[in-house]
């Protein structure tokens, strides 16, 4: 018997209040890089106290399977890191719009709050129609983790996986291919020495310079979509000092791996004849590989299409780079699914549309319903 209108409209504000107070929790957890941990236990805590086993492994990831379902096996994944540096302020501030603001309240609080109010639902016995699903909050997504979590979570556990889910992004969004992209270091070291006493001696910032005017001037093609940042570059001791040390982090992406790799290799190329060209020596280390490719079938995309037109919520399908590019590389059919209204993400200033979140875990809940049926 579906419920009457006065008791949907409770159940309504029910479901909005919980997802509020478990999205302001999560995410006043600092969680930087590699340093996961607090809000993992803090999330795993969540979890049980709604009923569920959970299983955490030596990284900080959580594994929980939601308990009934029928049909193919399922496993969401929401990630526990963000990109903000230990000591960022991560606490919710309520602005005058409605909307919040915080560190990291986006991406992936939103998407851990909506897991958690799911696995309420289903050990209470609501919820609807489901698949078998199993839950999953991942270390290591943003950033240098390289997605370390999910790579392991889908090598312990994706052998009874049939489709993989990272639930993250905007509402409305659906990722429906990977990015790949390679993470590079140049280290650049050089002699040094005093600015006039050693003048003309070899710099390892005037060659990491010279490096990056090469590489922003390389042809990166629109079509396959690519890019290339360099976005991080550090060196020298002193203003009066050639530098003996200097160095940048890469960031090259692409649609098609073969380009990628292409890219890769011409990045290699111009910097080591930068350095040979200072005299410098350079040291070349591949610090993040996230493999490219689609496992997003036309059937798992007019799912999640299917189960967003039910909200009244306009899809927009693209490729993206989320713990789902594991998945693919793994072989298992992956898609990424937005559950919060937001934006600035990455910046201190991110915000989101709490009460976003009740459409999102809708939206969610129907892409699960539609799963059921594969």
């Known amino acids: 018997m579906a419920p009457r209108p006065s008791e949907a409209s409770t159940e ?23 340093a996961e941990a607090a809000r993992s236990a803090a999330v795993a805590e969540a979890w049980r106290s709604a009923g569920l086993e959970v299983v955490v492994d030596e990284l900080g990831d959580l594994v929980a399977d939601l308990p009934g379902g029928a049909g193919p096996r399922v496993m969401l994944a ?24 915080a560190p990291g309240v986006a991406d992936d609080g939103a998407g851990l709050a909506v897991l958690t109010v799911l696995a309420e639902e289903a050990v209470a016995g609501r919820g609807g129609r489901r698949p078998r699903v199993t839950l999953a909050a991942t270390v290591g997504e943003e950033g240098l983790g390289d997605l370390r979590g999910a790579r392991r979570v889908v090598a312990d556990h994706g052998a009874r996986v049939d489709v993989f889910v990272a639930v993250d992004g905007s509402l409305g969004q659906v990722v429906s291919g990977a990015v790949g992209s390679r993470r590079l270091e140049a ?27 090469a590489l922003i001037r390389l042809e990166v093609p629109d079509e396959p979509r690519s890019s290339l940042n360099v976005g991080l570059a550090a ?42 060209r200072h005299r410098v020596e350079v040291d070349l280390r591949v610090v993040g590989d ?48 937005g559950v919060a209204r ?7 200033q991110e915000w989101v549309e ?14 699960l319903e539609e799963l059921a049926r594969r």
């Open 235 to 276: 060196g020298g001791s002193s203003v009066n000092a050639i530098a003996e040390r200097a160095g940048i982090t890469v960031d090259v992406r692409s649609l098609d791996p073969e380009v990628l790799a292409l890219l890769v290799s011409r990045l290699e190329q111009r910097v080591r004849s930068v350095a040979r």
């Open 290 to 337: 996230r493999p490219a490719g689609r496992t997003a079938d036309e059937r798992l995309v007019a799912a999640a299409r299917a189960a967003l037109a039910r909200v009244g919520v306009e899809p927009r399908v693209a490729p993206s780079s989320t713990d789902a590019n594991a998945a693919v590389a793994a072989g298992i059919a992956a898609i990424g699914f």
């Open 78 to 101: 929401a990630h526990l890191d963000t990109v903000f540096p230990a000591g960022t302020d991560v606490r919710v501030r309520d602005l005058e719009d409605g909307r919040w603001a």
């Open 187 to 213: 280290s650049f070291v050089a002699r040094g020495g005093h600015a006039w006493g050693d003048r003309g001696a070899p710099s390892a910032v005037h060659a990491m310079g010279d490096a990056i005017h």
């Open 354 to 367: 709490p009460d976003s979140l009740v459409t999102g875990y809708q939206a969610l809940s129907h892409l």
């Open 12 to 34: 309504a504000s029910r479901l909005r209040e919980r997802l509020r107070r478990h999205l302001r929790a999560i995410t006043e957890v600092p969680a930087p890089p590699f």
């Open 342 to 348: 937001g934006g600035d993400a990455h910046r201190l």
